[in-house]
C-alpha cells in the first residue's frame, strides 16, 4: 500500500530556514503528481507547492522566491526547502500524491494519499 512519510519539521526562528523530506513508498515514484500542502489552527488545508511527474513545479503565490520543491527519484522522496519563514508560514505540513495524474490538478480533492504531517513552527 501506498505510505508517505514526512519529516524535518521543527522550531525555526522568522527569517530561518527548514527542509522538509517526505519518503514515499508503495508505488511507482514520480509517475504522479506530488505535493505539499499545510493547515494552520482553524484554517483549511491549502497547497503550497507541487511537482509534476516530468518534474514541473508551482507554488503557492504566499510562498514562490522562499520555497523550493524537489525530488530524488532514486530515494523516492520528495523535498521542501523552505527559506526566509515568517510567522504565518506556521502550520502542519503534509506531503501527499495525486495518483493517476501525471500533471498536477488544482484541486486538493485529487489527492488521494496523505502522510501524517510534520509540525513547522515560526517563533
Known amino acids: 500500500h501506498v505510505q508517505l512519510v514526512e519529516s524535518g519539521g521543527g522550531l525555526v526562528q522568522p527569517g530561518g530556514s527548514l527542509r522538509l523530506s517526505c519518503a514515499a513508498s508503495?508505488?511507482?515514484?514520480?509517475?504522479?503528481?506530488m505535493g505539499w500542502f499545510r493547515q494552520a489552527p482553524g484554517k483549511e488545508r491549502e497547497g503550497v507547492a507541487a511537482?509534476?511527474?516530468?518534474?514541473?513545479?508551482s507554488y503557492a503565490d504566499s510562498v514562490k522566491g522562499r520555497f523550493t520543491i524537489s525530488q530524488d527519484n532514486a530515494k523516492n522522496t520528495l523535498y521542501l526547502q523552505m527559506n526566509n519563514l515568517k510567522a504565518e508560514d506556521a502550520a502542519i505540513y503534509y506531503c501527499?500524491?495525486?495518483?493517476?495524474?501525471?500533471?498536477?490538478?488544482?484541486?486538493?480533492?485529487?489527492?488521494?494519499?496523505w502522510g501524517q504531517g510534520t509540525q513547522v513552527t515560526v517563533s
Open positions: 511537482i509534476d511527474s516530468d518534474g514541473s513545479t
Open positions: 501527499a500524491v495525486a495518483g493517476g495524474w501525471t500533471s498536477c490538478p488544482n484541486n486538493l480533492v485529487y489527492f488521494n494519499e
Open positions: 508503495g508505488y511507482t515514484y514520480s509517475s504522479y503528481c
